[in-house]
């Protein structure tokens, strides 16, 4: 019966990227990605990703975050509002987070005020 078994979900890490914003690079702007993106560079003004986001170490963002899950490697200066969150030993976040699941690695730092909240955030997504 494997035809009707669930599929696992593929990790963040390995999706396809359809948007990249490469190390040294700057965006002054909002970003707005339809599927899964990864900034490397930086970024001065919002971001909203309909998927995904990676934030690689070399990364950082200047402006709120909104998108379904983040992986944060580099540096976040805004609110996120997200469905799930992972913060790595190398990522550095200041704001206020929204989000259903966090994760933080042993030596990621965050700075701000923190709302958990289930279904909550995911119906605000989806609208």
Known sequence: MAIFSKKEKVSLDLQAISTLIS??????????APAFARIDGLVNGDVTVDEGLILGEKGEVKGNITTKEIVVYGKVTGDI???SLEIRA???????????????????VYNGNLSMQQGEVQKQLQA
């Open 81 to 83: 509002n997200t469905s």
């Open 23 to 32: 190390e040294g690079s700057v965006l002054d702007g909002n970003l707005k």
């Open 90 to 108: 190398s990522g550095k976040i200041t704001g206020n987070i929204k989000t259903q699941n966090l994760s933080v690695e042993n030596g990621g």
